[in-house]
């Protein structure tokens, strides 16, 4: 019998009311999803955090209005009323703060498509929309659920911040609990530092933001928007290998540049810069050096010291059930801006919601013994797919381009993540809709898990002859796909595999 069964559009992975992903089993289902299909999303009652609003947040939305005698209008609950105050000065009138009464946080206007769809952007970039866990703590408080239709999870014996600081810093070996700093979300962790860098540096005339690599859509979007010039101040170098033309950019603007953020490695395409020798560029013009190395895991690779800041996602790995949404920044201590960024951090970042962290906790403890499995697994998974004559091209951290860079962070030769990317050489629609693995958003959970990154990621661009140009100027693919190996035996994740190879 199979380990792995095709699982049913919209369920989540895990089977959980707070997992994280959820199944899009087809690529019609894929494209549905992307396209809006009411077909398609009438099944996803959950799904990857910020990009589908989970239900109880809806519902407990939609009851506040009710309470308030505030029909006719829209809401957004966010994770705090200093989130609720930049998504309101950020949409402009008509909206407004929930009234004090309310005993959640967020923005409401009258009903507008147009506004409500850039409210939830605003959130998604920035990871600041209302925890699931505390939207059902509010629907249970005010009877919109009964006790038992409620998520049972195992608590934590302790203080589980500290328990978890304490953690993360023994995962970087190289800070303290004070260098560690929890956010809602990792994407709120980017964002975040982002903003305390931005400010940080805009005093010495430093206003632009340096993007190496191809990185997550979200990252990408705060570079585009938020910078003070965004035409001006998001500089974007594809080739993470060229040092000689990332010499040259801080040759001719080294002293307007804010920062330089890099995913180590990067997402989707798995490659991994000569990170000492851009932090030493970074030292030398005064730059502050972001890193954000969720893909390969801070147990894989210790890249703290060559970095001023990072961020990272706690949702990856750490929280390895795929049930919990959190983040976190970690300040190294040996930084000249250390200090500065400490000071900064605690009024930029959102607050951990109780039960997030608790459900974390109880997890953390896993990390070593999940990344040591995946790290056993892996290889094998990656020689299978690199000796298949249906696999075309293969991106992973070994990857003969990465491979010497890779090695100079990896904390093994052994650790080598969880992430493979590969093209196919036959119809992505025909592999992926034959493939018996999970099929969903996300990464680094106990489960495998793989999806058609870009087009989940980057629909918009595979629409145009325009937005497929500037994929494949980065080296993108449209049918790339994005496998995270999870920590079942890899016979079995290899025979899902051939069976949809052949």
Avoid at 464 to 490: Q, V, W
Wanted: with cysteine; hydrophobic share 45%.
């Amino acid at each position: 019998m199979s380990a792995f069964t095709h699982l049913p559009l919209g369920q989540r992975i895990p089977i959980s009311l707070h997992g994280v992903s959820a199944s899009l089993p087809t690529m019609r289902s894929v494209i549905g999803y992307e396209e809006k299909d009411p077909d398609i999303l009438r099944h996803m009652t959950s799904g990857y955090p910020r990009f589908v609003v989970h239900p109880y947040a809806k519902k407990a939305g939609a009851h506040l209005l009710r309470a308030l005698g505030l029909a006719g209008r829209s809401v957004w609950l966010t994770s705090s009323i200093r989130a609720a105050e930049q998504l309101s000065i950020h949409l402009g009138p008509p909206a407004e703060l929930l009234p004090h009464e309310a005993a959640l946080t967020g923005v409401m206007f009258p009903e507008d498509a147009a506004l409500s769809s850039r409210a939830k952007t605003f959130l998604q970039h920035t990871g600041m929309f209302l925890s699931s866990r505390e939207a059902e703590d509010y629907l249970l408080r005010v009877g919109e659920l009964a006790p038992d239709q409620a998520q049972v999870e195992k608590g934590f014996d302790g203080y589980a911040p500290a328990a978890v600081k304490g953690q993360v810093a023994r995962f970087y070996q190289h800070a303290a609990s004070s260098d560690v700093f929890l956010s809602c979300s990792g994407m709120n962790a980017i964002a975040a530092t982002f903003r305390v860098v931005s400010d940080l540096q805009r005093p010495r005339g430093r206003t632009r933001w340096l993007q190496l690599g191809w990185l997550y859509l979200d990252t990408i979007a705060i570079l585009q928007k938020f910078t003070d010039t965004p035409s001006e101040d998001h500089l974007y170098q594809a080739d993470v290998f060229d040092l000689d033309a990332l010499e040259k950019i801080f040759a001719d603007q080294g002293e307007r540049i804010a920062g330089l953020i890099t995913e180590v490695p990067t997402n989707p395409l798995i490659q991994t810069p000569d990170v000492a020798a851009i932090a030493a560029l970074c030292r030398e013009y005064g730059v502050i050096f972001v890193v954000d190395p969720t893909i390969a895991s801070p147990l894989n690779i210790d890249v703290l010291p060559h970095a001023d800041v990072v961020a990272n996602s706690l949702t990856k790995y750490t929280a390895s059930d795929g049930d919990v949404v959190l983040g976190a920044v970690i300040v190294n201590p040996q930084s000249p801006h250390a200090a500065d960024i400490r000071v900064r951090l605690p009024g930029a970042l959102e607050p951990v919601y109780s039960r997030d962290i608790d459900r974390l906790a109880v997890q953390i403890g896993d990390t070593a013994a999940v990344i040591a499995q995946i790290n056993r697994t892996a290889p094998a998974v990656v020689a299978f797919l690199k000796n298949h004559p249906r696999v075309k091209e293969l991106y992973w951290s070994l990857h003969p381009a990465s491979r010497d860079n890779y090695l100079k962070i990896a904390r093994s030769p052994e650790a080598v993540g969880s992430m493979v990317s590969f093209i196919v050489d036959m119809p992505v629609a025909q592999f992926y809709d034959r493939l018996r693995l999970p099929k969903g958003p996300s990464f680094g959970m106990k489960n495998t898990l793989i999806c058609p990154f870009i087009y989940l990621a980057h629909y918009d661009l595979i629409l145009t002859s325009e937005g497929r140009a500037t994929l494949a100027s980065s080296g993108l693919n449209p049918d790339l796909l994005r496998l995270s190996i999870g920590c079942e035996p890899a016979e079995d994740i290899i025979e899902a595999l051939t069976e949809a190879l052949d």
